[in-house]
């Protein structure tokens, strides 16, 4: 069985950080594209971020230069260093491969 178990995210303060771990099973995971998204309260699914098989990345423009998506394929799991959060970085993150994880709750407040 396909499975990305997500941990991580939380409650933090304006220019604090997170990090976000997926740890897949059930699939190849070297073998697939990685990708966070977020969801924020009201609105719809947003990209963040992609990470290739060759370790090549991709961010949205709102993030760039705060996040970074990383990925052990010997440990298959997928992570997101999240720096500098902002109140606009509050949302539900999921990790997405083959399917999408169960999502985790990051709220950046003071």
């Known amino acids: 069985e396909v499975q990305l178990v997500q941990s991580g995210g939380g409650l933090v303060q304006p220019g604090g950080s997170l990090r976000l771990s997926c740890a897949a099973s059930g699939f190849t995971f070297g073998v697939y594209v990685m990708s966070w998204v977020r969801q924020a309260p009201g609105k719809g699914l947003e990209w963040v971020s992609t990470i290739n098989t060759s370790g090549m990345t991709k961010y949205a423009d709102s993030v760039k230069g705060r996040f970074t998506i990383s990925r052990d394929n010997a440990k298959a799991t997928l992570y997101l260093q999240m720096n500098n959060l902002k109140p606009e970085d509050t949302a539900v993150y999921y990790c997405?491969?083959?399917?999408r994880g169960q999502g985790t709750q990051v709220t950046v407040s003071s």
């Open positions: 997405q491969g083959p399917k």
